[in-house]
């Protein structure tokens, strides 16, 4: 080896170790890439188990307003054959970049006095549009950190509501009717898109995550958090959180 190679080595071996001590900690973080060059991303999948016997679904008392029907649920903690859906699943921070938020809304409808969905992830500026199905009206009370953030009555055949949101990453806003009181919804906010809500079946699906070691975290409106580490590799990761 010549000298000139020798001293070339020690120079890139010496700015590997620069590099390695000096980058903040959000680098280490989705920096895999294949050997094309390409970033090497993943699908993180996985389950929301409930244990134990399901808290029994109470009937709300509707008659103040026929048009809502019966049969609504005051709990909301659904469980199907063992599997807990509503469940907002999320990277808790730090991929690698900052993430624009889409500007097509969240839509949330208000259908037989129930907002639907329950639970509904956001990117922190996104669009969030209410809208009315029901033959009555509603008048959205919606709340970040517990202040006000709008409150409009929604009278029936009205337009939806847009609002984008002004929250912070890992804040939820919660929307209340005024005129139903059991009526909720709830939107935690990120400032990346990697977030998805459990279904009925307990199931959630996280693509295109940048390769990585991650903390994963699990909310639910009303049985609160959890938390996992995962590595996302070019095969995915899978992950099963358990409540309560
Ligand atoms: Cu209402």
Redesign the pocket.
């Given at each position: 080896m010549s000298k000139s190679l020798i001293l070339a080595s020690c120079l890139l071996a010496a700015g590997g170790l620069t590099l390695a001590s000096t980058a903040p900690a959000s680098l280490a973080w989705g920096q895999g890439r294949a050997k094309s060059g390409a970033k090497v991303t993943g699908t993180i999948t996985g389950t929301i188990k409930f244990s134990g016997k399901a808290p029994v679904r109470k009937m709300v008392d509707t008659s103040s307003?026929p048009v809502?029907g019966s049969g609504q649920e005051a709990d909301k903690v659904v469980v199907t054959k063992g599997k807990l859906r509503d469940v907002h699943v999320r990277i808790k921070s730090g991929t690698a970049g900052t993430h624009k938020a889409p500007n097509a809304s969240i839509v949330i409808d208000?259908v037989g006095?129930v907002y639907q969905p329950h639970v509904v992830g956001a990117m922190v500026g996104q669009p969030v549009a209410v809208r009315n199905s029901?033959k009555?009206?509603?008048?959205?009370h919606a709340y970040i950190a517990n202040e006000t953030w709008f409150n409009r009555s929604q009278p029936a055949g009205a337009p939806a509501i847009v609002e984008r949101d002004t929250g912070v990453a890992g804040e939820v806003f919660e929307l209340k009717?005024?005129?139903?009181p059991w009526?909720d919804s709830y939107v935690p906010l990120t400032d990346h898109p990697y977030f998805d809500v459990s279904d009925s079946k307990g199931s959630f699906s996280i693509k295109n995550v940048p390769a990585g070691t991650y903390t994963l975290e699990a909310w639910h409106p009303k049985l609160g958090l959890k938390s996992s580490r995962v590595t996302v590799g070019r095969k995915g990761a899978k992950v099963t959180f358990r409540y309560p």
């Open positions: 307003d809502c208000q006095c029901d009555t009206m509603h008048n959205v009717c005024n005129v139903h009526m």
